[in-house]
């Protein structure tokens, strides 16, 4: 079998997608599979690819022109291909549904997240909910990213996603179940030692990228009364994105300025040893389609509270390792929070066996045996 993976972000760019097409492309050729990558960026780093995967990419930034030598790529290398898997249904997925259907390819897309809703809240143009905006029209630039998006998931031979909530989103978009295939991604631990930190201090952790739907603002404006109950917890925030200034500006408005800390982007080890070095992991995420910080979090024995968004319950165990909330209910994350600080919040510790069982749904051995079977039966 031949894939050819159509890939709109590719390393050194950061994101779940990047790190999950080399993932992909190296554990399938491990597997005895042909690869080819066409991808959208135009300084891709080949050394993370195995040298049995074949890179192709764009030779121009300008947007049209890159476009259109993308989809001379796919089509060039589509020909002996006999999958086309696109890493989303809209910078990848539609030229590569056009070619598909050019060349009567079957194709397989990839959706982790709702494009539409996500450029729409980037862009101050959504102020719904990612479920409210599923059964809303929009018009505008908005309205026509979420008729492509749509448009070709529906079209589409098989739709992999790495949630039941995104199944049940996808589904929502007229796709069948029979095309749904769950797959959650694939996590890869590394061992961390935990920062240093000082031995008085208890340090509540939040990753994520600044954007409106994470949440960031409310964990800060409910530190003055943490502090009230246990005045010697800090907020650690890792993380860049539009937000920035506006959290700035917050946490000088609240005086926090020795209490909560922006890290900015961080380096993966530096994160990990952040949430290594954390008394409890928070994330307030008005969306999240399976979030893998909770899972290193988790992979650390870091307790977690985190909203009941997206595939968050799909992970959070009650009482074993964390708790949920509704998504920006400051008045239960603050109790919650001043709870655990108090008591902790782990009732029923996990056995060796839970762990083991638990994890295995995101190894990475776990993730490419079932694309492969995935793909292969397409």
Known sequence: MRVLIAADIFPPESGGPATYAVQLANGLVAQCIEVVIVSLNSDPDRSVLDKKVKLFRVVTRFKLFRYAHFMVLLFWHAWKSDKIYAMGPVNAGLPAWIIARLLNKKFVVKVVGDYAWEQGQVRGLVKDSVDE?????????????????????????????????????????????????VIYNAVKFQAVDPVKKPSDERWIVSVGRLVPWKGMQGLIEIMPEILEKHPNTRLKIIGDGPEMENLKSKIKDLHMETV???????????????????????????????????????????????????????????????????????????????????????????????????????????????????????
């Not at 905006?133 to 505008?140: A, H, L």
């Not at 529906?154 to 179940?177: E, F, M, Q, T």
């Not at 995101?362 to 694309?371: C, L, N, Q, V, Y």
């Open 260 to 378: 909560v800390q922006l890290h900015g982007n961080l380096s993966r080890t530096e994160t990990l040893a952040h949430i290594h070095a954390a008394d409890l992991f928070v994330l307030n995420s008005g969306y999240e389609g399976l979030s893998h910080v909770i899972l290193e979090a988790l992979g650390f024995n870091v307790p977690v509270l985190a909203s009941a968004s997206g595939g968050n319950d799909e992970i959070i165990i009650s009482g074993k390792t964390g708790e949920l909330f509704q998504y920006s209910d400051k008045g239960v994350i603050l109790k919650q929070i001043i709870h655990f600080l108090g008591s902790g919040i782990t009732n029923n510790p996990w056995s060796q066996l839970d762990r083991g069982e638990f994890f295995k749904r995101f190894e990475p051995s776990t993730m490419i045996e079932e694309t492969k079977k995935t793909l292969e039966s397409v």
């Open 133 to 181: 905006f599923q059964e809303k029209k929009y018009t505008g630039k908005i309205g026509r990213l979420k008729k492509i998006e749509r448009e070709v998931v529906r079209n589409a031979d098989c739709v992999i996603v790495p949630s039941k909530y995104l199944a049940a989103i996808v589904k929502g978009w007229g796709v069948s179940s029979e095309k749904i295939k």
